[in-house]
């Protein structure tokens, strides 16, 4: 269970990054007073356009960063103060993610096994299921930087999840995938799902979030401007897809924001 209690996160901009965003304060709030509640056995999406603050909120969860204001708790354990706890409960994924280019898909799969201390005998068990899910072993002995861009993702994905974790977050799963690819993704996390683990995805593609969630909560400008179910969404704002949902939702807030 993930439980985020008025969450904001502020970034202190240099002069370069003031330029490059063409911002004229040095402060920039990136996430602003976000609180949602996530549970096992569930596909969680958070939704929003690329620079909502969705990659921020996650990290803060994942405890790559820590909150300007506010707490998370993941399974009981606050992210900031015990966040040896939560990194072995949780795994995080993210496009930026990049496996070493001179190693086996087999090798870092093995090594990362060894450094969270999963006996051998489990680790190959580990390693059988999600190589052959992924459609890896064909490619397990070949250097990572052989690979297509596809078949890195899924080694990432193999790899990071060598420990069996109750939590699994994903940052645009699918980004940049071809169909074939995403589509072995997305059924791995509906897996997961049915095993009971609790998988929380970012994405800015509502078809994807529409099929895939059980719930969600909308980031727009870095507030969440809604959490619920894909019914409670179509209903508060009168529209047919989340789609139309979420476009509802964004010029209500524009509005105010105006």
């Known amino acids: 269970m993930i439980e985020v209690q008025n969450v904001t996160k502020i970034y202190k901009l240099n002069k370069k990054q003031m330029e490059e965003q063409k911002a004229s304060a040095s402060m920039k709030i990136a996430v602003k007073n976000v609180s949602l509640t996530a549970q096992e056995g569930e596909i969680f999406g958070v939704l929003g356009p690329n620079g909502a603050g969705k990659t921020t909120l996650l990290r803060c969860i994942s405890t790559l960063l820590n909150p300007t204001e506010g707490s998370i708790l993941v399974n009981g354990h606050d992210t900031v103060k015990e966040g040896d706890q939560v990194r072995q409960s949780l795994a995080f994924l993210t496009n930026e993610v990049k496996m ?15 450094l969270y201390g999963i006996p051998e005998d489990v680790i190959t068990e580990r390693q059988k299921e999600l190589f052959e899910h992924f459609n890896i072993t064909e490619f397990e002995d070949k250097r990572v930087e ?25 940052d645009e799963p699918t ?67 989340l789609e139309d949902a979420f476009f509802e939702l964004y010029r209500q807030t524009m509005e105010v924001e105006a």
Do not use: W
């Open 100 to 114: 070493d280019p001179h190693f086996s898909p087999k090798y870092l799969f093995r090594f990362f096994g060894r």
């Open 146 to 170: 052989e690979l297509s861009t596809g078949m890195k993702q899924k080694v990432s994905i193999a790899v990071s999840l060598v420990h069996d974790p109750g939590i699994v977050i994903f």
């Open 175 to 241: 980004n940049g995938l071809d169909i074939i690819t995403a589509r072995a993704v997305t059924d791995y996390l509906k897996l997961l799902k049915e095993r009971g683990k609790l998988v929380i995805i970012s994405t800015h593609i509502m078809p994807e979030a529409q099929k895939l969630c059980d719930r969600m909560a909308m980031i727009i400008q870095g507030s969440c401007v809604f959490q619920g179910t894909l019914e409670e969404a179509l209903v508060q704002t009168h529209a047919e897809d």
